[in-house]
């Protein structure tokens, strides 16, 4: 199994200055994870059940409705919870979504749609991709693009894996898929143009510090205040950065997570934080991929 070659250096010093529409000095990127109905459940059929949540009680053998009706907190109250608050302050974001997700609530994404929200791609299961073969992966990723078509009438232009791809992964999203970009990259505070086959494929970094996952198992976050401070002090010093050099900033949300009332807070001392400050651009990740590709230059 031969891995591509890690590149250390990135831009190093020099970072490419590609100015943000209204010369923002941060491309804020809310993503919204839509996971519910993906993950794995006896009572759904699978062999196993979830066991990644806030509370660790791992259930073998028997159907598990506790987890179960954690997840289902997502889409009967936290969807609506959290659209409403974007819609009221103009924000728009990206849905990353499961493709059994959209296909077993595809009002969800139809309701994404016409907010004028996107809808990504987040892999048909809510699972790794590590272990797949390649017609296993492949099949996934159709699999995907297809719920989220037929749901939405708009072909997903983006893709996130949950946890490790495969070494194809990449290639397939490119090659077959068509894909304008993926999220599979945490390793910087911009966007990057490759080239696989005179085919341009931006890869737009995520991140799981400035992220609702560590209200998880780590309880790295307790209130909400320990969440928003986190995000507007990673914000303040890209905005810092940004006079000279634009930066960009992804915040992930989870429908079952966030959207809890003593944590929503969070996400509105936020958005209030950074329109405060100014000069920052709310996009959904398809426009700044757009706008990468059509400005970059090396």
Known sequence: MIFPPRDLVGYGPTPPKVSWPNNARVAVSFVLNFEEGSEYSIAD????????????????????PCIQSHFDYGTRVGWWRIMDLLERHGVACTVSSCGRAVERYPELAQDAIKRGHEVSAHGWRWESHARMSVEEERASIQKTIDAIKLATGVRPVGWHTRSATTIHTRKLLIEEGGFLYDSDDYSDDLPRLVQHNSKPHIILPYAFDTNDMQFQHTHRFVRAKDFSGYVNDAFDWLWEEGETHPKMMSVGLHLRMLARPARMWALLHMIEHMKEKGQVWFARRDQIAKHWLQNYTE
């Open 45 to 64: 059929g699978d062999n196993r059940n979830e066991a990644v949540y806030e509370v660790i009680d791992k259930l073998e053998g028997i159907p598990d």
